[in-house]
């Protein structure tokens, strides 16, 4: 089951002063009567900044990518022998894994710009990657453990430990752009980037937990 941690690693290095009161912050603009709030891959997120769309030159690409790995559902492992499993795991999962890795590798290198640049492309940008690089995770993380395996204890516990052990590095990016994400909405009025703030800090949060059951 090495080889399945091997895999994706192997993907991923392919792929960063008066005296009136002060005024009432102005509304969150974002939040607009009876609009329905924007949706990646099935994914609710937060109102879209004003200015901001999915079809912004800056996020265009990476948006697509990142709903292209979104929807990569994971592959079942067979009901058979301990062999086929293995075939399984090193065939089927493995290339699911390295074209994953290689689509969200890809959205983060489309979306770099934007996450560089002004703050509002910046927050939408690491949050579409950190759902990216999580959502790889919690799919590795819930693979079920082949029925094959269920009465053998030493063999399902491998199997376990091959996908904790595979979806690690993914949470720890995850957790890198939530983080980002937060970071730059912090240094904003919360009236403009407030809800992606807490959005980042309610995933990393998350992120972190997994890690630290691993």
């Known amino acids: 089951m090495r080889r399945l941690a091997l895999a994706l690693t192997l993907a991923l290095a392919a792929s960063a002063c008066g005296t009136r009161p002060p005024l009432a912050p102005p509304p969150d603009v974002s939040e607009e009567v009876g609009a329905a709030p924007p949706r990646i891959a099935g994914i609710e997120l937060p109102r879209l900044p004003i200015d901001v ?9 990476g948006w697509s990518l990142a709903t292209q790995a979104l929807t990569m559902s994971a592959p079942r492992p067979p009901a058979g022998e301990p062999w086929e499993i293995e075939t399984w795991a090193d065939d089927a999962l493995a290339d699911w894994m390295r074209r994953r890795a290689e689509i969200i590798a890809a959205a983060q290198r489309a979306l770099e710009g934007a996450r560089q640049g002004r703050p509002d492309h910046s927050v939408v940008a690491s949050t579409l990657l950190g759902l990216a690089y999580a959502r790889f995770a919690m799919d590795l993380r819930g693979l079920e453990t082949p ?68």
């Open 147 to 214: 029925e094959t395996f269920r009465d053998d204890p030493e063999r399902a516990s491998a199997y376990r430990a091959a996908m904790e052990s595979a979806a690690r590095p993914l949470w720890q990016r995850a957790l890198d752009a939530f983080g980002s994400c937060a970071s730059v909405a912090n240094g904003e009025p919360a009236h403009g980037l407030g809800r992606w703030r807490e959005r980042c800090d309610r995933e990393g949060r998350e992120a972190s937990s997994m890690l630290e059951d691993g």
């Open 53 to 61: 769309t999915p079809e912004d030159p800056a996020l265009r690409e």
